[in-house]
Protein backbone atom coordinates (compact mmCIF):
# COMPACT_ATOMS: atom_id res chain seq x y z
CA UNK A 1 0.00 0.00 0.00
CA UNK A 2 1.49 3.56 -1.12
CA UNK A 3 1.05 6.60 0.90
CA UNK A 4 -0.24 9.42 -0.85
CA UNK A 5 1.23 12.82 1.24
CA UNK A 6 -1.29 14.85 -0.56
CA UNK A 7 -4.38 15.24 1.46
CA UNK A 8 -1.99 15.74 4.33
CA UNK A 9 -0.66 18.53 2.62
CA UNK A 10 -3.52 20.34 1.13
CA UNK A 11 -4.96 19.91 5.04
CA UNK A 12 -1.64 21.13 6.51
CA UNK A 13 -1.63 23.90 3.71
CA UNK A 14 -5.62 24.97 4.00
CA UNK A 15 -5.10 25.31 7.74
CA UNK A 16 -1.82 27.95 7.26
CA UNK A 17 -3.95 29.50 5.12
CA UNK A 18 -6.97 29.84 7.59
CA UNK A 19 -4.85 30.55 10.54
CA UNK A 20 -2.77 33.10 8.62
CA UNK A 21 -6.34 35.23 7.69
CA UNK A 22 -7.26 34.80 11.37
CA UNK A 23 -4.32 36.56 12.49
CA UNK A 24 -4.51 39.26 9.34
CA UNK A 25 -7.85 39.93 10.31
CA UNK A 26 -7.39 40.22 14.39
CA UNK A 27 -4.09 42.39 13.35
CA UNK A 28 -6.63 44.88 11.63
CA UNK A 29 -8.90 44.88 14.63
CA UNK A 30 -5.95 45.36 16.90
CA UNK A 31 -5.12 48.46 15.11
CA UNK A 32 -8.47 49.98 15.37
CA UNK A 33 -8.44 49.04 19.13
CA UNK A 34 -4.78 50.80 19.21
CA UNK A 35 -6.69 54.19 18.23
CA UNK A 36 -9.71 53.35 19.96
CA UNK A 37 -7.19 53.18 23.21
CA UNK A 38 -5.43 56.06 22.24
CA UNK A 39 -8.25 58.48 21.62
CA UNK A 40 -10.00 56.76 25.24
CA UNK A 41 -6.30 57.52 27.16
CA UNK A 42 -5.96 60.80 25.44
CA UNK A 43 -9.14 62.35 27.32
CA UNK A 44 -8.64 60.71 30.71
CA UNK A 45 -4.75 60.87 31.22
CA UNK A 46 -3.70 64.53 32.50
CA UNK A 47 0.09 65.05 31.51
CA UNK A 48 -0.10 62.81 28.46
CA UNK A 49 2.52 63.79 25.62
CA UNK A 50 2.32 61.16 22.94
CA UNK A 51 1.31 57.04 22.92
CA UNK A 52 3.12 54.99 20.38
CA UNK A 53 1.86 51.61 18.97
CA UNK A 54 4.90 49.31 19.25
CA UNK A 55 5.69 45.18 18.43
CA UNK A 56 4.42 43.07 16.06
CA UNK A 57 0.72 45.14 15.54
CA UNK A 58 2.68 48.54 14.94
CA UNK A 59 4.99 46.07 12.24
CA UNK A 60 2.09 44.05 11.20
CA UNK A 61 3.69 40.65 11.65
CA UNK A 62 2.09 39.32 14.46
CA UNK A 63 2.98 35.78 13.97
CA UNK A 64 0.56 34.02 16.58
CA UNK A 65 -3.22 34.07 16.74
CA UNK A 66 -2.63 35.53 20.76
CA UNK A 67 -0.68 38.40 20.08
CA UNK A 68 -0.98 41.35 22.33
CA UNK A 69 -0.95 45.22 22.02
CA UNK A 70 2.15 47.15 22.70
CA UNK A 71 1.58 50.85 23.65
CA UNK A 72 3.82 53.00 25.04
CA UNK A 73 3.30 56.48 27.19
CA UNK A 74 5.06 59.47 27.28
CA UNK A 75 3.56 61.38 29.85
CA UNK A 76 0.58 60.73 32.14
CA UNK A 77 0.41 58.09 35.08
CA UNK A 78 1.02 54.59 34.24
CA UNK A 79 -1.24 53.21 36.79
CA UNK A 80 -4.18 55.25 36.14
CA UNK A 81 -4.10 54.01 32.37
CA UNK A 82 -4.42 50.93 33.34
CA UNK A 83 -7.64 51.57 34.21
CA UNK A 84 -8.13 52.90 30.72
CA UNK A 85 -7.47 50.02 28.99
CA UNK A 86 -8.70 46.93 31.19
CA UNK A 87 -11.97 46.57 29.13
CA UNK A 88 -9.88 45.98 26.03
CA UNK A 89 -10.70 42.36 24.18
CA UNK A 90 -7.27 42.73 23.59
CA UNK A 91 -4.22 41.93 25.75
CA UNK A 92 -2.68 45.41 26.18
CA UNK A 93 1.37 45.79 27.70
CA UNK A 94 1.71 49.33 28.34
CA UNK A 95 5.31 50.78 29.73
CA UNK A 96 6.33 54.30 30.44
CA UNK A 97 8.49 55.82 27.07
CA UNK A 98 10.60 57.89 29.84
CA UNK A 99 11.92 54.98 31.66
CA UNK A 100 12.60 52.49 29.16
CA UNK A 101 16.42 52.24 28.15
CA UNK A 102 17.21 54.61 25.79
CA UNK A 103 18.01 52.34 22.72
CA UNK A 104 14.78 50.32 23.22
CA UNK A 105 13.02 54.22 23.79
CA UNK A 106 14.68 54.87 20.12
CA UNK A 107 13.79 51.92 18.70
CA UNK A 108 10.03 52.40 20.29
CA UNK A 109 10.42 55.62 18.01
CA UNK A 110 11.92 54.55 15.10
CA UNK A 111 10.14 51.28 14.07
CA UNK A 112 6.72 52.19 16.19
CA UNK A 113 3.70 54.16 15.08
CA UNK A 114 2.22 57.43 16.72
CA UNK A 115 -0.67 57.37 17.90
CA UNK A 116 -1.01 60.82 19.53
Known amino acids: MNFDPKPYLE ?3 SEKAR ?7 RLVQA ?3 ALRLA ?5 HLAGLRS ?3 FGSVARGDP ?14 DLYQAWDCVEDSPFAVDLVS ?11 VEATG ?3 T
Open 113 to 115: IKL
Open 97 to 107: LEHLPLHFRQK
Open 19 to 25: QELAVQT
Open 51 to 53: IWL
Open 31 to 33: RQE
Open 39 to 43: QTLSR
Open 11 to 13: FHR
Open 63 to 76: SRPDFDIDLALEGG
